[in-house]
C-alpha cells in the first residue's frame, strides 16, 4: 500500500510516501526549488516520492493533507459572529482554504496526468492532529501524552491529546486569538526579526539579555486554571492570513504582529538592519522565559490529564529546542519523542500515517530511528558534477577518507561534509554539513566572516558520541534530531568552547553508530586524535536552503572560504584548486 502524505499552501510545503506503514522518503519542496520555506503546491517533491519508490501517480492508493478547511468551523462562526467587521476576512480566507480541497486536480494538473486514472481516497486531517501524529507514530511508544503548538492551523494553536495504540484522542484545544508561537512571533517582529523562520535566531540571542521586562511581558501573556490568554491589547487583530501570507508564488511573509500598545510601553520598534539594543536582548530574555513558563504550565496540564511520562510533541513552537531541553527539570515528563521535521513540513507525515492507522486500522510496527529519509546521489552522479566544476579531486576508501577529514578538522580547517541520504527537517544532521573544531576559540567568528555570514550571537551545535553525552552535558536524555538544549559540565567548556553559548549551553546531536555509521565513525576518528569525542556541526549552506544534489554543494564550496569537501568517496581541497575559488 502507498500513501502520499502532503503539507501544500502552507508554510514549508512538502511530501512523504508511506509504503505499508514505513515512512520511506520524505522532503520539502524548498530543498528542490530553493525557495526558503515555500509555501505552494509541492509538485518537486510529490515526483521526488514517485521515483523514490519507482511508482506512477496512479499507484498510489491515498492521498493525505494535513490540514481540513472545515475544521473547528463552529469555532470560526462564533469568533465571526462576535466580530463582525472581521467577517469578510474570514470569508477571504476560507476560499483560500478551499483549493486545497481539489488534490486530485492539483496532482493531476501538476503530474500532467488524467484525473481520471487516479484512484486514490483523499483524506484530509486537521492541523494539529496531523502534527501529533507525525510524533506519536513514529515514536516506539504504545501509550503517550501528545502536545502539538505553534502559530495557528485550521483556528487553533495548542492540542492536547491521549495517544494509546492506534488512537489520538483530542483532550482540549486551544483556539484563535490565543496562541503561543504568535506571542513568540510578535515579540521577535517587534525587535526586528519579522521574516517568517526568525523565531529560531531570537532563541540565540535571549541569553544576552536580563530580566528587565519579565514582568511587563508576564501581563502580556496571563496564565490561566484552564492554560493561557494572550492580552490582546498588544497585537494586531486577527486578520484574513492568521498573522501570515502565502503569496502567489510560494514565498511566505509575515503580517506586523504588535500593536501600539507595544510602542507605548517599550519605545520604537528596532528596524531589521538597526544596531541591536540592550533593550532588544532584554525583550528576548523575557520572551523566551515566559514562553517556558507557559508551556511547562501547559504541560503539567496535560500531564494530569493522561498520568503517562511520555511526551510525543510537535508544531513549530516545539522546534524551541531551549524549552525541549529544560520541561525535564519543569514538568512530570521523563521522556520527549519530536520528530526531526517537527515544524509545518512533518504534517505530510502526520497525515499519512494517521491514515494508516487510525483510519485504515493498520497495527503498527514503524519506528523512526533516523532522519534520512531525502534523495542519495549515486558516485557517478558526484563525479560527474565534480568534472563539471573542473575540480581536482582524489577518491578514497572509506577509512582513508574519514583519516583525511578528520585531520583537517583537527587543523582547524572547514569541511563541506556530504554523504549519503539527505536530512529530513531543518537540521544538518551529518549527512548535508560543515563540520569544524569545537574546541578553537575562534571558530565561530571563522565560520561567520568566512561561510555562514550570520547573526554574530547565534550558537554553533555540537554533534557527540551518544555514549560520551553525559561526560559533556548535564542531561542524559539522548537529542538525535538536534532538538534539545542542555548545560555544558563547567570542566568541558572550554573544550567545547566554539560550541558553548554565552549561558553555558549547547544544542546537541547525539551520533550512534546504528543511526550513522559514517558520520559516528568520523567523529570517532577525530576523537582519537583529539581526544574530543564532538564535532562542530552547522548545516551546508549560505543563507538559502540546506544543499540536496552535489551540485549545490560544490557551488557553495566554491564560493565560499570552505577549505575542503568530502562528498561521498571524493575528497577535495581548496588548496589544489585556487583557480576555481570564486568566494572571498
Known amino acids: 500500500m502507498l500513501i ?17 506503514g514505513e515512512v520511506v522518503f520524505a522532503i520539502a519542496e524548498e530543498r528542490l526549488n530553493r525557495i526558503k520555506h515555500f509555501g505552494g503546491f509541492p509538485s518537486l517533491a510529490i515526483e521526488a516520492c514517485l521515483r523514490s519508490v519507482g511508482a506512477s501517480i496512479t499507484d498510489i492508493d491515498h492521498v493525505a493533507v494535513g490540514q481540513d478547511s472545515d475544521a473547528n468551523l463552529a469555532k470560526k462562526v462564533q469568533y465571526t459572529a462576535a466580530n463582525p467587521a472581521k467577517i469578510v476576512n474570514l470569508i477571504r480566507l476560507r476560499q483560500r482554504k478551499q483549493r486545497s480541497r481539489d488534490v486530485r486536480s492539483l496532482i493531476a494538473q501538476a503530474l500532467h496526468t488524467d484525473p ?74 517587534f525587535i526586528g526579526y519579522n521574516k517568517y523562520g526568525d523565531e529560531g535566531k531570537v532563541m540565540g540571542l535571549a541569553p544576552y539579555g536580563k530580566d528587565t521586562f519579565c514582568k511587563p511581558i508576564s501581563e502580556i501573556v496571563r496564565l490561566t486554571q484552564d492554560g493561557f490568554q494572550l492580552n490582546l491589547k498588544y ?53 523566551q522565559q515566559r514562553f517556558e513558563e507557559t508551556c ?4 503539567k496540564e496535560l500531564y494530569e490529564k493522561v498520568k503517562v ?52 486500522k493498520r497495527p503498527r510496527a514503524y519506528v523512526m530511528k533516523h532522519s534520512y529519509l531525502g534523495p542519495e546521489f549515486s558516485e557517478t552522479e558526484i563525479e560527474a558534477a565534480l568534472n563539471q566544476a573542473g575540480l581536482q579531486y582524489r577518491k578514497m576508501e572509506r577509512e582513508p577518507l574519514l583519516d583525511f577529514v578528520a585531520a583537517e578538522i583537527k587543523r582547524g580547517n572547514v569541511v563541506g561534509w556530504f554523504q549519503g541520504r539527505m536530512e529530513w527537517g531543518p537540521r544538518a544532521l551529518g549527512n548535508r554539513s560543515i563540520l569544524a573544531h569545537p574546541g578553537l576559540p575562534n571558530m565561530k567568528d571563522v565560520l561567520n566572516a568566512r561561510i555562514k555570514r550570520r547573526e554574530w550571537f547565534r550558537p554553533f551545535a555540537p554533534s557527540i558520541l551518544v ?5 559533556y552535558f548535564e542531561h542524559d536524555h539522548p537529542s538525535p534530531f538536534m532538538l534539545h538544549v542542555y548545560k555544558i559540565r563547567p570542566e568541558k567548556r572550554a573544550e567545547l568552547c566554539a560550541v558553548n553559548h554565552v549561558d553555558n549551553t549547547g544544542r546537541l546531536q547525539t551520533v550512534s553508530r546504528d543511526e550513522n555509521p559514517l558520520y559516528y565513525d568520523l567523529i570517532g576518528a577525530f576523537a582519537r586524535m583529539t581526544g574530543i569525542p564532538v564535532l562542530l556541526n552547522t548545516s551546508f549552506n549560505e543563507n538559502e536552503p540546506i544543499v540536496c544534489k552535489p551540485e549545490e554543494a560544490i557551488d557553495c564550496f566554491k564560493r565560499t572560504r570552505m577549505d575542503v569537501l568530502a562528498i561521498g568517496p571524493y575528497f577535495v581541497s581548496k588548496n589544489q584548486n585556487r583557480s576555481e575559488e570564486t568566494g572571498g
Not at 555514549?467 to 561526560?471: A, H, K
Request: aromatic fraction near 10%.
Open 116 to 189: 481520471k486514472q487516479l484512484r486514490f481516497r483523499e483524506h484530509h486531517l486537521e492541523h494539529h492532529i496531523a502534527h501529533i501524529a507525525s510524533a506519536y507514530y513514529c515514536s516506539p511508544w504504545e501509550k503517550a501524552a501528545g502536545f502539538s503548538y505553534d502559530g495557528s492551523g485550521d483556528f487553533v494553536s495548542t492540542m492536547m491529546a491521549r495517544c494509546e495504540g492506534n488512537e489520538i484522542e483530542v483532550l482540549k484545544r486551544v483556539f484563535l486569538p490565543h496562541s503561543l508561537g504568535t506571542f513568540y512571533t510578535m515579540i521577535c517582529d
Open 296 to 299: 511547562f504550565h501547559l504541560l
Open 235 to 287: 497585537f494586531q487583530p486577527l486578520g484574513s492570513n492568521q498573522g501570515m501570507e502565502i503569496r502567489d508564488d510560494g514565498t511566505v511573509s509575515l503580517a506586523r504582529h504588535y500593536s501600539e500598545q507595544m510602542v507605548k510601553l517599550f519605545g520604537e520598534p528596532r528596524g531589521a538592519e538597526a544596531e541591536l539594543s540592550q533593550r532588544d536582548m532584554d525583550l528576548a530574555f523575557a520572551m
Open 467 to 471: 555514549e560520551r553525552q553525559s561526560e
Open 4 to 20: 502520499l502524505g502532503l503539507n501544500m499552501f502552507h508554510a514549508d510545503a512538502s511530501a512523504v510516501i508511506v509504503r505499508d
Open 309 to 360: 511520562s511520555n511526551l510525543a510533541m510537535a508544531g513549530g513552537c516545539a522546534l524551541n529546542s531551549v524549552a525541549n531541553g529544560n520541561l525535564f527539570f519543569n514538568t512530570p515528563f521523563k521522556q520527549t519523542w519530536i520528530q526531526p521535521a517537527a515544524g509545518d513540513e512533518g504534517l505530510a507525515i502526520g497525515a499519512a500515517l494517521h491514515t494508516y492507522h487510525s483510519v485504515l
